[in-house]
């Protein structure tokens, strides 16, 4: 979602007439869009504005800051940058500029009115946001959003105090952007929410549903001849239904992968984050995932040192990923964040056990991706090329449940072609593998 925001906030800020650079110290404009989720990031917000603030002393510089921020951060970042908005309020920003030291009206009423959960965007300003055309930054990777904002309310989360309550894109604009990137050339797409599987159901009756959605990209991937594949993060457990597993199943535009986040193995964790469904609830869907996408990789999201977390409760978490043995797991030390429900509670828990716990958990997921890709040597898959590898002569991609692979190549081969490997070796979060034949559209080799 950030490298979405910034693909458009470098429309907005291109079109003021500023041309990008690479090196901070020769820019006029610097800004930051930051993310409140983890105290970590904010901590490296206010580490760059302080040299940006020092840099004041021998030069003209004007400095900003939006993203995904809490109130409690944001009424800070007043002081510190010149000017703070929010996403919504990106089309706004030339004025903003122009009238320079001015923040907007938004934000100074947002930082009045502290964590209260009931502040939200105004809808209108979302769809201004989603109508900026972004300026993508890679040639063949896109990043749609579908969905903005929240209504879950984890209680270790942000997201509904930095971004609002959920809000769906009108489905036909999300269409009409991935018909758009697709005839460009793109082959990597991604769409994007908070809670993306809940897509539709504020305007229900007037709007696509999820699966109806998936369902009209991969009629438009079917007769359009074009070979890309879409993936959409994140869903929550509690919505994800087999429908829209069935319907990634029967497009083979619909990318098979899915992430789908735990957070904890343990249900009275789950229950104090308000999570809404208990272990074996995600089990189902785990199951459903096996059985109906046989071939899809499974990504996660867990949190370790969540307040209260027992060394029972931990192990029990542990046993889930020996249970489902996802292909990636994002796992995150907890840290409590002004705002949220959490934050009430006392963080009691070491910061060395959990660091431990996340030691932990990584050496059992690191078990289970080593055993995945150990069993891939022998196929040959299908790999987007994304970039050039650090060993010299070799190129980098993804397979399309998204795991890392590098192969040599005494060829040119453009970034974001296809290519069918024949896996060689593996790794524990990576494969190498021998290029079959040439890039493709080309029919998958005889076996």
Not at 48 to 56: L, S
Not at 246 to 266: F, M, N, R, W
Not at 393 to 403: C, D, F, K
Request: hydrophobic content about 35%.
């Amino acid at each position: 979602m950030n490298k979405s925001d910034s693909e458009r906030v470098r429309t907005v800020v291109e079109g003021m007439g500023y041309s990008w650079t690479d090196e901070e110290e020769e820019a006029n404009l610097l800004g930051i869009l930051a993310c409140s989720v983890r105290q970590k990031s904010i901590d490296k917000v206010y580490s760059r504005i302080a040299r940006w603030n020092k840099w004041k002393n021998s030069r003209n510089l004007l400095t900003f800051v939006s993203g995904c921020v809490l109130p409690a951060d944001r009424e800070k970042f007043l002081k510190l940058f010149d000017l703070v908005f929010t996403m919504a309020e990106l089309p706004e920003l030339p004025d903003m500029v122009r009238q320079y030291g001015v923040v907007s009206q938004v934000a100074v009423a947002a930082a009045a009115a502290g964590s209260d959960p009931r502040v939200t965007l105004p809808k209108e300003k979302i769809r201004e946001f989603w109508m900026v055309q972004p300026t993508y930054v890679s040639e063949f990777e896109a990043f749609i959003p579908i969905q903005n904002g929240c209504d879950k309310f984890c209680t270790f989360c942000a997201v509904p105090y930095t971004r609002g309550r959920e809000i769906s894109r009108p489905s036909q604009e999300i269409l009409d952007e991935v018909k758009q990137v697709v005839e460009k050339g793109y082959k990597a797409i991604t769409l994007l929410g908070q809670n993306v599987n809940s897509y539709g159901r504020d305007k229900q009756g007037t709007e696509l549903s999820f699966p109806d959605l998936l369902k009209a990209i991969g009629e438009f991937g079917k007769s359009s001849g074009r070979d890309f594949w879409v993936y959409f993060t994140s869903p929550h457990p509690r919505d994800m239904s087999d429908e829209v597993l069935e319907t990634v199943a029967q497009y083979d535009c619909l990318a098979k992968q899915i992430h789908l986040p735990l957070q904890s193995g343990d249900d009275k964790v789950l229950i104090r984050m308000n999570r809404k469904h208990t272990y074996e609830d995600y089990q189902r869907i785990i199951c459903s995932i096996r059985r109906i996408l046989p071939d899809a990789t499974v990504f996660t999201d867990i949190i370790v040192g969540f307040t209260g977390e027992t060394e029972e409760q931990f192990e029990n978490s542990r046993k889930a990923m020996e249970t489902i043995r996802f292909n990636m797991a994002y796992i995150a030390i907890y840290s409590p964040r002004p705002g949220a429900a959490s934050a009430r509670w006392d963080d009691d828990i070491p910061m060395a056990m959990k660091k431990n716990r996340l030691h932990v958990l990584t050496d059992e997921l690191t078990k289970h991706t080593s055993e995945y890709n150990h069993n891939l040597i022998g196929k040959t898959l299908k790999v987007l090329v994304t970039g050039h590898d650090r060993k010299g002569g070799y190129l980098s991609g993804i397979t399309e449940g998204r795991i890392v692979v590098r192969f040599a190549s005494e060829q040119p081969i453009a970034l974001g072609s296809f290519v069918w490997l024949g896996i060689t070796s593996a790794a524990s979060y990576s494969i190498e593998g021998e290029l079959v034949n040439s890039p493709i559209g080309i029919p998958e080799p005889a076996a």
